[in-house]
């Protein structure tokens, strides 16, 4: 190789086969069909799940990625569970695995925990040969890169017969793709961010890029830049959903409406319509945990102000989800205990089957607490996932024909039949904003719902003259009468 040049990447290996790491590759192999990427993980099921898995049934729920796997896999696109093999072999290794809060320990409840990313840096230290250009894909707090960096440096191979001199270069490829739209985020970005201080590495992943993204949307900057820019978006961001749902409440006391009110604000051409839906609160695998993470930063480098301000932000998410709770009791004539509540949607937005940190997860579990008995839906999510997220077993049988009397917490039945589920049910409350719950004819199933039953939509997702023409009461996130 041309120490002047670029290294023209031949094979690429992913470590992390989720959500960011699926979609991503997919996307590159699509763009790149003389490039061989290779996703590796640790977890067996999830690898054959993409290996042999109809396209329908792929470990992750994303619009169109169906289409590109069946196009690349088994081309230039190929899943493994040899991480060792696959990084000997790779000039490149991306580096997409979880970087969940951390739960004990320093930081508990705010860093992120790093043992995944660590563990995986051992594995490239290990088994890499000859150059490899490192590619930091998970989000992560600022200066993670070093941690990587040490660990490559400190564990140097030397240069023998069968084995050529190790070098690394680290760079950050943070990536913005949302869930739901991840395959045209990826393939239409509005930029692409490669933060490092090695020229020659940075050029070598924007060529990739530029198979199909336009050069001027490839931004190089340094590599705490790069780090610290995914997380300050996603932290903006966030910061919009739990101001309008701020705007929300003060609607929902005032008489104002907030649908009128966000398109108000959102045709300032500074402002922009975009991110002012109010909701049940943000949920997903980032927002809550890069602002954690900002947060612990600030309180690091001693800026407690700053520190403050951004904890705010989840402060309020974290009362969005609970004040949606208790207006539910309060609605619900002051008590939920034995009542029957269908719960739409768990995902923690629309076309993704992710649950993390969704808001569905909170509000059922207060209403749980009170002695609802729950009855949850969602097109995507499985139950085995929603007992995971809620720590309690689903419950054999649930019916609103029994007469329960739930002095502690309530139960809750998972529905596969929507349409047979509306039986005697007190109320309904849409918790994502799945297309097909608009399909609901309310005047069918109003005449099961056991009277007053309520309809409570955290989404703006319903027509209310549907639901109150039915005879049903509604009441709707930021509406105010
Ligand atoms: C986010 C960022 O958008 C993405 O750039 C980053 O790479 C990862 O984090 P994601 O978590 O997949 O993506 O979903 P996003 O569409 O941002 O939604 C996050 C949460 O905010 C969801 O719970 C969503 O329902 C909520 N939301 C979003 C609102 O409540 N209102 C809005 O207007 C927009
Ligand atoms: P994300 O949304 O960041 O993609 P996911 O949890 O969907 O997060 O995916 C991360 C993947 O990384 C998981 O499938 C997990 O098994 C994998 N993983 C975690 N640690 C390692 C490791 N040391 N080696 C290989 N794969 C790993």
Redesign the pocket.
């Known amino acids: 190789m041309n120490k002047l040049e670029p290294m023209k990447v031949k094979k690429i290996t992913c470590?992390?086969?989720?959500?960011?790491?699926g979609p991503t590759m997919a996307v590159i192999a699509d763009n790149c069909p003389e490039i061989i990427v290779t996703i590796?993980?640790?977890?067996e099921n999830?690898i054959n799940a993409w290996k042999y898995n109809p396209i329908n049934e792929l470990p992750i729920y994303e619009p169109k990625l169906g289409e590109i796997i069946e196009r690349v896999r088994n081309k230039n696109l190929f899943f493994s569970t040899d991480?060792s093999e696959s990084i000997a072999n790779a000039d490149m290794v991306f580096l997409?695995?979880?970087t969940p809060t951390k739960t004990k320990g320093i930081g508990s409840g705010q860093a992120s925990d790093l043992s995944?990313l660590e563990?995986?840096s051992r594995?490239v230290a290990k088994c890499s040969r000859g150059h490899t250009i490192v590619v930091e894909k998970?989000t992560v707090p600022v200066r993670t890169a070093e941690v990587i960096k040490k660990i490559l440096d400190a564990n140097l191979k030397k240069e023998d017969s069968s084995n050529p001199q190790q070098t690394f270069s680290v760079i950050s490829n943070p990536e913005f793709l949302a869930e739901g739209t991840a395959i045209s985020d990826l393939n239409n970005p509005d930029r692409v961010l490669i933060g490092g201080d090695n020229e020659l590495a940075i050029e070598s992943l924007a060529d990739i890029y530029s198979h199909w993204v336009d050069r001027s949307k490839i931004i190089k900057t340094n590599l705490w830049s790069s780090e610290l820019s995914k997380l300050t978006s996603n932290a903006f961001l966030a910061q919009r959903i739990s101001s309008i749902n701020s705007v929300a409440e003060i609607c929902e006391v005032t008489g104002a409406n907030i649908k009128e009110v966000s398109k108000a604000i959102g045709l300032d051409n500074r402002i922009g319509k975009k991110f002012l839906n109010s909701g049940p609160g943000f949920g997903g695998?980032c927002f809550q945990k890069d602002i954690l993470n900002l947060v612990y930063l600030c309180e690091y480098f001693g800026l407690t102000r700053v520190a403050r301000y951004w904890q705010s932000v989840i402060e309020l998410n974290d009362w969005q989800q609970e004040r949606i709770s208790k207006l539910i009791t309060e609605n619900l004539l002051g008590n939920i205990s034995s009542k029957f509540i269908l719960i739409l949607g768990f995902a923690f937005k629309a076309n993704t089957n992710d649950t993390r940190e969704s808001s569905a997860i909170q509000i059922s579990l207060n209403l749980l607490e009170e002695g609802a008995n729950l009855l949850i839906h969602d097109p995507q999510v499985n139950s085995k996932q929603i007992s995971l997220d809620l720590r309690i077993e689903e419950t054999t049988s649930l019916s609103p024909d029994t007469n329960y009397n739930n002095k502690d917490k309530g139960k809750w039945k998972y529905v596969n039949n929507l349409s047979n589920s509306f039986s005697q049910v007190d109320a309904v409350v849409i918790l994502t904003e799945w297309e097909e719950y608009k399909l609901i004819d309310w005047k069918k199933v109003t005449k099961k719902m056991r009277k007053p039953a309520w309809v409570f939509d955290t989404r703006l997702l319903l027509e209310e003259k549907n639901i109150t023409d039915a005879g049903l009461n509604y009441w709707s996130v930021g509406n105010g009468r």
Request: with cysteine; glycine share 14%.
């Open positions: 470590i992390g086969a989720g959500y960011v790491g590796v993980d640790i977890d999830r991480i997409a695995v979880n995944m563990s995986c594995e998970s695998s």
